[in-house]
């Protein structure tokens, strides 16, 4: 198992992690709670890591303006105890599933068989030396439905590549903002408006963002990534990859392609089912 492939595993199966900040069950719920607007999302992310201020959510989020976050925590915490979005979380994220996908895929034996795989490759994540995020997931009780475990150990691998991702972009010296404008630019991420305002920059942040990276080499004048900044966003991917093959390498080239066939057609009903927004990912995003 070599990182690449580990890594393209991993991007495979990541909506089916991420549809929770999306679909209408948690947004619904967490706000008949009594959280509201961006409170749900930055909330109920950050839940795991307990009642933390808007710095700590700021850094371990990385890309996001701290600014948009602080109206929204650490002012949540008290009208919802971190405890009590995790049981929302993780409820409704069962409803979801059953929702997107029927209850027929859920209770069958290839969903036992996706969140054993799943499961197997997240165990084997080899420790949490610099992973805030992953830690404070891995701290959680696992659940036992199936459906379930599988969600929560895709959480697990996404949380742990993800601060690998951090460390990767402190390498190559790129801000929270200067990662996500170069991302929004290899044309796999976010769609440009829809990245900047989810992440809380004006146009006057991402403005400077972008001066500041032409004068790197990063951009060019039509703020598209010039050989130097691709390269330099190849290296963070790289990077990346290896920080997170262990799990991967762990299930093997064969269980994380049978995890990948098993997930692909539940991955794309979801897409088809409209989960995600218009406009959300960039134009190289495909299924």
Partial sequence: MDASTAGRSARALELLHSLTYFVPETQTALEEAGLSGRACYFAGRAAPL????????????????????????????????PAQILDIRYRTVGEAYEHLLGEEVLTSPDMAEAAELASIAASHIPGDDGRPLYSAYAELDWPETPHLRFWHALTLLREHRGDGHIAALQTAELSGIQALITHTATGRGFEKEFARKRRGWSEEQWKDGVDALRDRDVLDVNGDLTEHGSDLRELVEDITNDLALAPWAALGEEGAARLVELGSPWRDSVVDQGVFPSGVFGPAVQK
């Fill in 50 to 81: 307990g009642p933390v201020g808007a710095g700590v959510v700021a850094a371990t989020f990385y890309n996001f303006n701290r600014e948009a976050i602080e109206p929204f925590v650490p002012a949540a915490w008290s009208i919802v105890s």
